[in-house]
């Protein structure tokens, strides 16, 4: 009730599953809905939720995909070198003890080492420990697993850049009305 939500800190509230609202990618290839996990990486799924909202993520590259790894986007640059952040060009990780890279369909930070997460992400294609606690964990494929193994099957060339392009068309989220929240 309302003394339990005063004793919260603010934003705490986006901690109930879901409130944060999740993320549906439109891509080349098919729908990928994300469920978002605003209760262990709450500064993750904002960054994505909100560059999502903003039509960041549209016509932009899934421009790395390595067979039973990842397929990597997000870079509005279509390099791998490009993105930032809705907190300046990169912000800290946010890696959870109870997070690993357990098996496919896992969304996770991409970077270039510590604390250098800007707008990039990935998809695992495989359990991956060797990424645990090194990314950010901070979703999952909810729904459009076929269209990632789809994404995996793409010819690539020996840099992992796919021949044909696979592009996020647009995005939209769905987020939990204030009114709901706020009872």
Same mark, same amino acid.
């Given at each position: ?96 003890? %109870? ?14 080492? %510590? ?26 494929? %909810?729904?459009?697993?076929?269209? @990632? ?16 392009? @696979? ?8 987020? @939990? ?7």
């Amino acid at each position: 009730g309302a003394a339990a939500m005063a004793l919260m800190k603010p934003g705490e509230f986006l901690g109930a599953p879901g409130t944060g609202g999740d993320v549906v990618l439109y891509t080349s290839m098919g729908e990928i809905e994300i469920e978002l996990y605003w209760l262990h990486a709450p500064r993750c799924c904002k960054n994505f939720l909100e560059l999502a909202k903003r039509g960041y993520y549209d016509n932009t590259l899934f421009h790395r995909i390595v067979t039973d790894f990842v397929i990597q986007g997000g870079d509005p640059t279509g390099t791998g070198r490009g993105g930032e952040s809705i907190y300046g060009a990169s912000f800290e990780d946010e890696i959870h003890p %109870k997070l690993k890279h357990t098996g496919a369909g896992i969304l996770s930070m991409a970077n270039s080492g %510590k604390d250098t997460n800007g707008s990039q992400f990935f998809i695992t294609l495989a359990p991956l420990p060797s990424l645990d606690g090194k990314h950010s964990i901070f979703g999952r494929v %909810k729904r459009g697993m076929k269209v @990632v193994k789809l994404m995996s099957a793409v010819q690539t060339n020996a840099q992992d850049r796919p021949m044909q392009e @696979v592009k996020i068309l647009r995005s939209s989220t769905a987020t @939990v009305s204030e009114a709901i929240v706020g009872a």
